[in-house]
């Protein structure tokens, strides 16, 4: 069990054999010592190869050598205080503290006759650059995005809120993995109640390891109604969306090593919004939001209600004969529909894992063999092909994956009931599909579909229709 009072020693070598044993110093190949000589005392770096900041390290031993014998402070805090010519350092009392810094990459410093670890912060993590997310683009706007390093995140938040009011509290979770998660909101904008209960579902975890990051952190929020597959979260690779996100008074977590923010609590409205709703004058946003909602809706209902005028020719009418299939069908609509649905997520599955210089042939390839040779073999009808290559692109016109894959599950459920009861199956799938919108909870407990369900007028057309920016219309009203 961790002891959280000072368990450490004045005495230099008792303190050293204490890290080596707790680290396993001799073991581990990246976990580095420095034995060093400061004011006639003995001393010792700690620090993990890799994460340490060379030049910085140097200037700080060079200073540290020239203290003299007669000027060495007594105690660890005046040593902080008088003699350390650095930003970010704060004293170490107690074994979770000391694990959590020097495992996070945080250089310690040991010294004899001190009973406290001083850790001096000037770690740097390997990272990409912060390029636009290849997922999360827009037409206009910025073009920077997160990377996997959290306090690269946090920077270019901080960038574009510049208001004492924004709060940002680190936590440690998991065990094993001892994983940072950021916490960020607008102190006097966030909803308190909703705050406090988020605090106390982070404290209350249980986990060795966030092994995939916010997907664990988030099952281990949200753990009930897991059958559901709408997102309870909204996810965002991009820095503007999370910024407005937060001045709106909703909550950011940035969990290390993810480059994406989970934005909370969420509605079905929140996750279908796009960054370009706000980067183009009202009406073009508004058009863009309203075609968003209406190529999803229609990607749900397309497949199913085809399947339905196949399965009763006569209530198709006159206008829309065109419709019919007249060739010959040798494998039954409802499994071709089926058989694409798989096929589609095959073809999305094999791009990601191919190589990118194989990527084009690839996609040469499978547009050959799925288009003519599948309707020429006879396996597919080309009235199929064209309605599940309207489905698959439809799926990209929304950039959350959750959203995506859930409407996916909802339109095969809506053929599956289409196929085996006809107009009663396809009726009760829609009702099925609107009844898990509608029971669907945000994490805080409210509507899914609010401003719907409770009806806010003022809201549903700030919804439905870009009329200004929301900060903007806060201001103004």
């Known amino acids: 069990m961790t002891n959280k009072t000072n368990t450490f020693s004045k005495d230099f070598s008792k303190n050293k054999q204490y890290i ?17 000589t400061i004011g006639g005392r003995q001393a010792c770096f700690y620090f993990i190869d890799g994460f340490c900041k060379d030049e910085v390290m140097e200037k700080i031993m060079e200073f540290l050598y020239l203290i003299p014998v007669e000027e060495m402070p007594q105690t660890a805090h005046d040593f902080l205080k008088n003699k350390l010519p650095y930003g970010e350092i704060d004293l170490i009392s107690d074994e979770e503290n000391l694990i959590q810094r020097l495992l996070s990459g945080v250089p310690i410093l040991i010294v004899d006759g001190y009973d406290k670890f001083l850790a001096m912060d000037f770690r740097t ?11 999360d683009k827009v037409m206009r706007g910025s073009k920077d995005g997160f990377v996997e390093t959290v ?15 924004l709060v940002m509290e680190m936590n440690a979770i998991g065990k094993s993995s001892r994983t940072d998660v950021v916490i960020a909101y607008m102190s006097d904008r966030v909803d308190k109640k909703i705050l406090e209960d988020i605090k106390k579902r982070l404290r209350n975890i249980e986990v060795d390891a966030l092994t995939m990051n916010q997907e664990s952190l988030a099952e281990c929020l949200y753990q009930h109604k897991w059958y559901n597959p709408f997102p309870k979260f909204k996810f965002t690779e991009r820095p503007d ?54 190529i999803n809706i229609i990607a749900v209902l397309m497949t199913p209600t085809f399947l339905l005028l196949f399965l009763n020719p006569e209530w198709i009418p006159e206008s829309l004969q065109f419709i019919r299939i007249t060739e010959p069908v040798n494998v039954p609509i409802f499994l071709q ?15 990601l894992n191919t190589p990118t210089m194989f990527s084009t042939p690839l996609s040469v390839v499978a547009g050959i063999v799925l288009g003519d040779y599948t309707v020429s073999s006879g396996w597919f ?19 959350s994956f959750e959203l995506g894959y859930a409407l996916k599950f909802m339109r095969i459920i809506l053929l599956c009931l289409t196929a085996g009861f006809g107009i009663y199956g396809y009726i009760a799938g ?6 898990c919108i509608v029971r669907n909870k945000t994490i805080s407990g409210k509507s899914y579909i609010y401003p719907l369900l409770p009806f806010n007028r003022k809201q549903v057309m700030r919804r439905f229709f870009r009329i200004s920016l929301p900060n903007v219309q806060k201001k103004n009203s």
């Not at 993590?125 to 997922?135: C, H, L, T």
Request: glycine letters at 2%; proline letters at 5%; hydrophobic letters at 45%.
């Open 20 to 36: 080596d044993d707790l680290f396993q110093v001799q073991k581990s190949f990246d976990l580095i010592y420095r034995v060093i």
């Open 125 to 135: 993590y390997p990272a990409r650059s912060v390029d636009e997310p290849e997922k």
């Open 151 to 165: 306090v690269y995140n946090t920077a270019l938040i901080r960038r574009r809120i510049r208001s004492p009011q």
């Open 241 to 294: 969306t999370t910024a407005a996100s937060i001045l709106e008074g909703s909550i950011v977590i940035l969990v290390d090593t993810s480059p994406s923010a989970m934005i909370l609590p969420t509605s079905v409205f929140d996750i279908i919004e796009d960054a370009d709703d706000y980067y183009f004058p009202p009406i073009t946003g508004t058009y863009l939001r309203l075609s968003r909602i209406i």
């Open 337 to 351: 529909f089926l058989i694409l649905e798989f096929a589609i997520d095959g073809l999305r599955l094999a791009s």
């Open 381 to 399: 009808n080309s009235e199929v092909m064209l309605y599940m290559a309207f489905v698959a692109v439809a799926n990209y016109t929304q950039v």
């Open 430 to 435: 829609i009702l099925f599909t609107l009844l």
